[in-house]
Each structure stands twice: as structure tokens, then as C-alpha cells.
């Protein structure tokens, strides 16, 4: 039964992913417009931009080679896979005990390489800029990121999702200085890797272009909920639970998803757009703070 | 009977570079590579049979040359010889390589190191054999292996050991990094024994540390294809050598589980410097052959013509990107943890250092997708830059088996990390059969399945690619040039100088390293030599 349970859970979370990601990033677009002044488009707008276009017949850059139609694929699949290891609502699914948080960070990096590739592969100027900026703010993001991954599995023991959550809920009220600088940095870090676009579909259109639109609305949502699971999992089931704590979770976790998207928002409208040398700067504050977290959280097992 | 076999072997190598003169070229290519098949077949089952051990009379007066082949020795063989199948090594290198791997005594890794800087760097092999002999000498006697793994050095002696064995390793990472690695392990592991101080992982730890992230700086901004997968093949060799510090760490806390677990991380991380060395360097050759040059900023496109050549380099790229699941990635892994798992358990003063070695390891990760990415964006992906450049083509016959048999191989490591480490069982002692499918630091903690990763990723590709199945072939369009005109017909590749090129590219990165502290060497040295002389001067007129 439980194996079964646990299966259920694993679907079930897989297609609440599905669900959740375009629909994300068209209600961060309505909010955003919102604080804005504008009306701002419907929140399904992104699944209105799927079917169109998988609909319209695609067009492809001269001198393009087999990485424009492969690479998205391997982008979406990267980021899809990454999606369905980080818990959403409850734990103990099927797929607990891969969910490496150093996979996670590696298939989020696997990712971002080949939409770079899509964008160099016409050969035209602005792929190649906005490759060369997606890496090296990538670059600087998963640096930061290891360094809270770090801290977090030291006071963990372990670089696993589920038993860094599971740590997290059995001992919720403790907010040691170390987790405090661990959470501000991934702040940072999703701030800029989620909100900043580059144009890296310039070069591309149909079927791939929405794959590629497909990975980022899958980052931001990996994003939010690594969050999410790593320090604040109020209310996510835990192996084992049924259906009725099952409920509360995936409460919870909307819940939080959109109190996520109302933070992202506020602070992005407060700051500004990020440009490039504000985004590079973000991300060296993240990297001190993801350093001071690792600092703190070592002085901390040192003291007896 | 094995070991035998691999002297006369190795004596057959020294011949045929003694007479290379007088045999024709393709005979000796035959033989050597008929040689190194025979070497690799000879090692699995030295790797299968056990520890074997002869003398040969001959060497210093009175005094016999000891060979052993332990599963150390014949793991490093199976692995130096199998990519030597693919490369055209010098006879003179290999006998080398292999009579370095096969010693057991002061006087034969002196004979094999020489054999192995041949004349072309004999100094440097000349310095690593001296540092190495006298730091045997310290041991009491530079006799054979087996009479010094009963007295290990103690107190200052050690220390002394310690630092001849790292610059004898330094010396030869320009030789070759894999003997640079083989001599660590085998003369502060194997030889010292134990009994040895905690701080002697952290010179190790900080030289991987500092080696792996100036590795990944140099490949994401060399110029030429050469450059670039000479240092990109060198991060995996710090990832190694950093391992290596975190098993001299654990096992001088005691922490078996952690030296096993940072062994592994060693073996797969000098495996994927080996392999990602051999494929890059076929890969830059092949490009270097066919497009006519080796700078990154005239070639462009090369995977229409070179599609083979393509997905070679692409495999060898992951292997060094640290991307999951490449066989670099696994030994990323698993130092990750055993770095963890010192921390944890290790004294205050270690904890302090992992911070900064962490950091150190995140940048690296960082950089080598970015130089991964470069490379391959800017060499295989975009418009042709040069005439030559678009009429490249893959190579035939051998060498195209050769390069998709490497790619192939490579791939297959990454999946199947534990396939790799069951050569290597008998000397990390890591548990094998767990680690077969899932690499994982302890009985029943979850771990790091790269199987499970690939099949995931292949199945969510092949689903993606099924509900996107695209009828017909799309209809091509000039690309959208910011407003560029298209190219007229009398400048086919377009001007290659306002294409996006590779210094384009680390253009932001070199922007932002200005922000770092920056040390000039050149002008350092000028500031110091200069003031040398002026003391010089001063006393002299005194």
C-alpha cells in the first residue's frame, strides 16, 4: 500500500507540476503588470502561447544544425526531471531517494547549457550575447547555490531533499543564524535566475521555442519550491500520510507559491530591473551570504 | 608468470624506440598498438588474479630491479594503455609509463620516470626522480617497496617525505598527470602507511582546490582548441587531487568509510581527466586536420561537416562540466560528500579549510559549463568563419572508430559510475556492489543514481520529442542579424570579425575579474628582481 501511495503521490505531483508552471509564470506576468499600471493579460496566457505555438508551423534560422531542434528537448527534460525530484506537497514519493539536492543544482545547470547552445547555434550577435550572460550569471547563481547546498547538508547530514525537509518540519522553530543567511542568499539567487530573461529564443520558433518557454517556466517553479522545501515546509505531508494530510499540503503549497510570487513581485517592482552588472552584483551578495551561512553553520557544530 | 609477460613487454617498447629508424612507420604503429592491446589484456587479469611480485637481475651492482603489480599498479595499466589504444604515444613514453606503474623499488621509478620525460623533458623528470629518491632515502633505505611499508617515516622525516612527494608531482603533471596522481598514491598512501597527521591532506586539498578552479579560468578563456582541452582535461585532476587530501584527512581521523568514499571520488575523477585528455585532444586534432587552423575565432559551423567529431567533443565536454550524468559529475559527487562528511566529523582547523575548498569547487563548477559552452558554441555551432573552416569534414575509417568507440565509452562511464570502480575495489575498498548502480556515502543513505537520472532525461526526451513530432521539414529563413543586412554574395561567411566570437564571449567575465584582486606576476617579479639588484648593489659597494 505504501509503495502504491507513494506512486500516487509521485503522479500526482508530477501533473500538479505540469499544471503549475505555465500558470505560474502567467500570474507573476498579470501581477507584474499589475504593479505596473497595466491590465496585464490573463494568467493562462502562457497556455494560450503553447497551443499557439505548437500550432503554427515553425521556421528555422539559416545554418542551424541538429542542437536547434534536440537542445530544447534536452532543456525542457533537464528542468522536467529536476521538477519531479523536488517535493511540492507531501514527502516520501516514489522518486525520494534520488532527489539529490547536488543533482537537482547539476540537471538545473544541464539545462541552462543547452538553451545556450539553442541561442549560439544561428550564429547571430544577440545569441551569442545573451548565451555568454545567461552562463555567466548561471555560473555565478550555481556557485552561490552550492555553497547554501553546503551549509544546508552540513546541518542536515545529508544532500537529500526529503531529509533536509523532513529535518525542517520535525524541528521547525529553529532559525539558527546560518539557515538565515542560507535562506536570504537562495533568495538572491532565485530572484535573478528565475526573474532575469535573457533573449535566448531569438533564434528559434514553434514547437522548440515553446520548450524552451516551458524550461524557464519549469525553473522559476523549481526555484520556488526547493524554497519552499528546504526552509519553509509548513504543511507538506509527510511518507505516509493520507489523503486528508494530503489535501492540507497541496493547500500549503499553493498557498506559499503565491506568497513566493506576491515577494518576487514586490521586490523586483521595489529594485527595479535587474541589468547586468546589478544582476552580477545580486549574485556576489549571495555568494558572501551563502558563505556566512556556511561560516555560521560551522562555528555552530564547533561549539559543544 | 603476468608480470613476466609485461617486462618482456615493456623491453619490446624500448627496442622498438631504439631501432625506430630502421622499422617503417605503419609496422611500428602495429606493433606498439598490438603491445598496449596486450598490456591491457595482461592487466584485467593481473586485476582478476592478484598481487604478483619478480626481480630482475639487473640494475645497480649487487642489487636487483623489483617490479610488483598490485591492484593499484594494474588498475592505472588497464587505464593508461586503453586510451594509449586510441592516441599515437612514442614507444618511449609508454615503456616509460608502464616501468614507472610497475616499480617496486627506488631505482626503477627513477628508470621509469626517465623513460618517460625522454629527451624532450628530462629535466623535469630528472627533478621528480631525485625528489623521489631522496625521499625514499628518508624512509632508512631506498630499497624495495615491500622492506619500506615496514618502517614508515616519523616526525620531521615525514614531513620532508611529504613535500618531496608533492613536487615530484608537480614536476610530472606536465608529463603526465595521471603518474603525477600514481606516485602520490602510491608513496604517501601506500608507502608511509596510516600513522600519519591530519594536516597532511591539506596541502593536497588546497592545491586540488586552487588547481581545479585555475583549471576552469584557463579553459573558459584560451584561444585555440589546443589550449583549451589541455586545461579543460586538468579539472578533473584537481577534482582527484583534492579527493586525495580529503582520504589522507579521513583516514588520519580514522574515518575509513570517508578515505574509501574520497578514494572512489579520485579514481573516477583521474578516469574522466584521462578520458576527457585523450577524446578533447583527438577531438582538437581532428578539427585542427580538417579546418586548417586551431583558434577558436576562424573555425565556426564545423558540426555540419564533422557530426561525429561533434558529439565526440560533445561527450568529453560533459565528462569535464561537471553536469549530471557524466563520469565527471560523479566524481564531483563524491568528493562533495566525503568534503561533508570530513566536516562534519573533522577537527575545527579542517572545517575552516572546507569552506574555503568549497568555494573554490563551486566556482569550478561554475566556470566549466561556461567554458564547456564556449567551446563547443563557438567551434561547431554558428556560421563558418573561414573558407576551410566550412568544408571540414570528419575523418575516415580508425580514427572516426576510434573517436565515436572514446565517446562511447565515455558516456557509458558516466551512466554506470560503478563500472569504473570495480577495477578499483581492491585499493579504495569501497564497497562495489552497492555502488554498482547508486553512488552513496553510507549502507542506507540515498544517493546519487546517474542511471536513473538518464533513463528519467530519455524518457522525458523522447516523450517531448513524440508529442512534438514535426510533419515536414521546416522552411529556412535568414536569421534575424539585429538588423544586419543579409550577406551579400561576394562575402559567403560574412565578416568573421562582427560575428559573436570566443573573446566576445568571456568578455563579461573578464569585466567582472577586474573586480577581484589582481595580482600582476610579470610586473611582480620585475618589482622583486629589481630590488634583489639594488640590495645586491648596496652591499657590494659597501
Redesign the interface.
Same mark, same amino acid.
Request: charged residues 10%.
Given at each position: 500500500m505504501t509503495v502504491l501511495g507513494a506512486l500516487a503521490a509521485q503522479v500526482l505531483h508530477m501533473a500538479l507540476m505540469a499544471a503549475a508552471a505555465p500558470t505560474l509564470t502567467g500570474l507573476l506576468r498579470w501581477f507584474q503588470a499589475r504593479m505596473a499600471g497595466h491590465i496585464g493579460s490573463s494568467p493562462l496566457q502562457p497556455w494560450q502561447d503553447f497551443a499557439r505555438l505548437l500550432r503554427k508551423q515553425s521556421v528555422r534560422a539559416e545554418d542551424t544544425s541538429a542542437v536547434t531542434t534536440e537542445a530544447p528537448i534536452v532543456s525542457a527534460a533537464a528542468l522536467a526531471v529536476a521538477a519531479s525530484l523536488v517535493p511540492s506537497f507531501t514527502l516520501g514519493m516514489t522518486f525520494a531517494r534520488f532527489a539529490d539536492l547536488l543533482v537537482i543544482a547539476g540537471l538545473l545547470a544541464l539545462g541552462r547549457a543547452a538553451s545556450a547552445l539553442v541561442a549560439m547555434d544561428p550564429g547571430a550577435a544577440q545569441g551569442g550575447i545573451a548565451a555568454s550572460r545567461t552562463l555567466l550569471l548561471g555560473g555565478l547563481a550555481e556557485c552561490a547555490l552550492l555553497l547554501v547546498l553546503f551549509a544546508l547538508a552540513l546541518f542536515a547530514g545529508s544532500l537529500n531533499v526529503e531529509v533536509i525537509a523532513a529535518m525542517r518540519i520535525e524541528i521547525a522553530g529553529d532559525w539558527r543564524v546560518g539557515l538565515v543567511f542560507a535562506l536570504a542568499a537562495t533568495l538572491l539567487v532565485a530572484l535573478v535566475d528565475a526573474m532575469r530573461r535573457e533573449m535566448l529564443g531569438l533564434g528559434v520558433s514553434g514547437s522548440n521555442l515553446a520548450l524552451l518557454e516551458l524550461a524557464d517556466a519549469l525553473r522559476l517553479l523549481v526555484w520556488l519550491d526547493l524554497i519552499g522545501a528546504l526552509f519553509l515546509p509548513f504543511g507538506v505531508a509527510l511518507a505516509g500520510a493520507g489523503l486528508g494530510e494530503w489535501a492540507i499540503g497541496i493547500f500549503a503549497w499553493l498557498l506559499r507559491l503565491l506568497v513566493f510570487v506576491v515577494v518576487l513581485v514586490l521586490s523586483q517592482t521595489i529594485v527595479g530591473s535587474l541589468g547586468l552588472a546589478a544582476a552580477a552584483r545580486t549574485l556576489g551578495v549571495a555568494l558572501l551570504l551563502g558563505m556566512l551561512a556556511v561560516m555560521f553553520v560551522l562555528a555552530d557544530m564547533s561549539a559543544p | 608468470m603476468v608480470l613476466t609477460l609485461l617486462s618482456v613487454l615493456i623491453a619490446g617498447l624500448v627496442l622498438l624506440a631504439l631501432f625506430a629508424r630502421l622499422v617503417p612507420g605503419p609496422v611500428q604503429t602495429g606493433a606498439v598498438a598490438t603491445i598496449a592491446a596486450a598490456v591491457v589484456v595482461l592487466a584485467g587479469v593481473a586485476l582478476h588474479s592478484g598481487a604478483s611480485a619478480i626481480a630482475l637481475p639487473i640494475g645497480p651492482a649487487g642489487a636487483m630491479t623489483h617490479l610488483a603489480l598490485d591492484p593499484l599498479s594494474a588498475c592505472f595499466l588497464l587505464l593508461l594503455f586503453l586510451a594509449a589504444l586510441g592516441t599515437q604515444i612514442a614507444p618511449l613514453t609508454l615503456a616509460g609509463t608502464a616501468a614507472t606503474l610497475l616499480a617496486a623499488d627506488g631505482f626503477g621509478i627513477v628508470v621509469g620516470l626517465l623513460l618517460l620525460g625522454g629527451q624532450r623533458q628530462l629535466r623535469l623528470s630528472a627533478v621528480a626522480a631525485v625528489c623521489i629518491v631522496v625521499a625514499l632515502a628518508l624512509f632508512g633505505s631506498a630499497g624495495e617497496f615491500a622492506v619500506l611499508r615496514t618502517m614508515p617515516p616519523d616526525g620531521w622525516r615525514a614531513a620532508v617525505v611529504l613535500l618531496l612527494v608533492l613536487a615530484a608531482a608537480g614536476c610530472l603533471i606536465p608529463l603526465d598527470p595521471a603518474i603525477a596522481a600514481w606516485v602520490m598514491l602510491r608513496v604517501v598512501f601506500d608507502l608511509c602507511g596510516s600513522e600519519q597527521a591530519v594536516w597532511w591532506g591539506v596541502p593536497l586539498l588546497l592545491a586540488g582546490a586552487g588547481f581545479a578552479a585555475y583549471s576552469a579560468w584557463r579553459a573558459a578563456l584560451a584561444d585555440t582548441l589546443h589550449a583549451v582541452a589541455g586545461a579543460a582535461a586538468l579539472l578533473p585532476f584537481g577534482v582527484a587531487t583534492m579527493a586525495l587530501g580529503v582520504a589522507l584527512c579521513g583516514r588520519a581521523v580514522d574515518l575509513p568509510s570517508v578515505a574509501s568514499l574520497a578514494l572512489a571520488a579520485a579514481w573516477l575523477g583521474v578516469l574522466a581527466h584521462v578520458l576527457c585528455r585523450t577524446l578533447l585532444q583527438l577531438v582538437a586534432d581532428e578539427v585542427e586536420r580538417s579546418g586548417g587552423t586551431r583558434r577558436l575565432d576562424l573555425l565556426?559551423?564545423v558540426?555540419?561537416g564533422m557530426?561525429v567529431t561533434a558529439s565526440s567533443c560533445l561527450s568529453g565536454l560533459f565528462a569535464f562540466? &561537471?553536469?549530471?550524468p557524466g563520469i565527471g559529475?560523479a566524481a564531483?559527487?563524491l568528493l562533495?560528500?566525503s568534503? +561533508?562528511a570530513m566536516?562534519?566529523f573533522g577537527d575545527?582547523g579542517l572545517?575552516?579549510l572546507? +569552506?574555503c575548498v568549497? &568555494?573554490l +569547487?563551486?566556482?569550478s563548477?561554475?566556470?566549466a559549463?561556461?567554458a564547456?559552452?564556449?567551446l563547443?558554441?563557438?567551434v561547431? &555551432?554558428?556560421?563558418p568563419r573561414s573558407p576551410r573552416g566550412a568544408v571540414a569534414e570528419d575523418p575516415r575509417g580508425a580514427p572516426r572508430h576510434v573517436l565515436a568507440g572514446l565517446a562511447a565509452l565515455t558516456a557509458l562511464l558516466g551512466i554506470l559510475p560503478g563500472l569504473a570502480l570495480l577495477p578499483a575495489a581492491g585499493w579504495t575498498r569501497a564497497a562495489s556492489p552497492m555502488l554498482l548502480l547508486t553512488l552513496r556515502n553510507g549502507a542506507e543513505?540515498?544517493?546519487?543514481?546517474p542511471i536513473?537520472?538518464a533513463a528519467?532525461?530519455a524518457m522525458?526526451?523522447l516523450a517531448?520529442?513524440r508529442a512534438?513530432r514535426?510533419r515536414r521539414e521546416?522552411?529556412?529563413?535568414?536569421?534575424?542579424?539585429?538588423g544586419f543586412a543579409a550577406l551579400p554574395p561576394w562575402l559567403p561567411f560574412g565578416d568573421p570579425a562582427?560575428?559573436?566570437g570566443a573573446a566576445?564571449?568571456?568578455?563579461? +567575465?573578464r569585466k567582472?575579474a577586474t573586480l577581484l584582486p589582481h595580482i600582476d606576476m610579470q610586473s611582480s617579479l620585475h618589482q622583486m628582481r629589481a630590488a634583489v639588484q639594488r640590495a645586491t648593489t648596496a652591499w657590494m659597494a659597501r
Open positions: - | 565556426g559551423g558540426i555540419r557530426p562540466a &561537471l553536469l549530471p559529475f564531483f559527487w562533495f560528500q568534503l +561533508l566536516a562534519r575545527p572545517r575552516a572546507t +569552506l568549497a &568555494l +569547487l563551486a566556482a563548477f561554475g566556470l559549463t561556461l564547456g559552452v564556449r563547443f558554441g563557438i561547431f &555551432l554558428g556560421r543513505a540515498p544517493g546519487y543514481s536513473f537520472i528519467m532525461l522525458a526526451g517531448a520529442r512534438l514535426v521546416p522552411p529556412r529563413e535568414p536569421v534575424w542579424n539585429g562582427a560575428q559573436f566576445s564571449f568571456v568578455a563579461p +567575465l567582472l
